[in-house]
């Protein structure tokens, strides 16, 4: 009986990840078409005159041993600026599998330019942020 709450304990565990409650929607592909990036627009938040938002990539061919990683971002809409919070690399498609993961403990910020997924995926919250 031990065994199994046990067992039953661990399995609700593991399925009580925030990627399991995600509502990924696609934001864009590749020209290849062999990467998909999406947002998770039900976490969107806004404080301070930041953005944070979810990201999720999902590739077809793994890279590293990976084919998927969320990104936790942090954003300014004004200046075009993120910093990533947390990465995690998964080894199956859509955040599932085995995973690893990485906090960022600076606030090393970079300025995303046109032509970048980082500013396509910022624009979108920030227009997002906007609308509602």
């Known amino acids: 009986m031990k065994i199994q709450l046990l067992a039953w ?3 609700i565990l593991a399925l009580y990840t925030p990627h ?3 509502e990924w929607e696609i934001l864009t592909r590749d020209e290849a078409g062999t990467t998909t990036f999406y947002l998770d627009y ?4 806004e404080n301070n005159g930041f953005v944070y938002y979810w990201s999720l990539i999902d590739m077809i061919e ?11 971002t942090k954003g300014i809409c004004s200046t075009n600026m993120i910093t990533n919070r947390s990465l995690r690399f998964f080894k199956g498609p ?10 960022y ?3 090393k910020w970079t300025t995303m330019e046109e032509g970048m997924i980082g500013y ?6 920030c227009q997002r942020l906007d609308s509602q």
């Open 9 to 11: 304990s661990f399995a």
């Open 20 to 22: 399991s409650f995600a």
């Open 42 to 45: 039900s976490r969107i938040r």
């Open 62 to 72: 793994p890279r590293n041993g990976f084919l998927s990683y969320e990104e936790y």
């Open 94 to 103: 859509m955040g599932t599998g085995e995973e690893e993961a990485f906090n």
């Open 105 to 107: 403990d600076d606030d």
């Open 120 to 125: 396509t995926q910022l624009k979108e919250v």
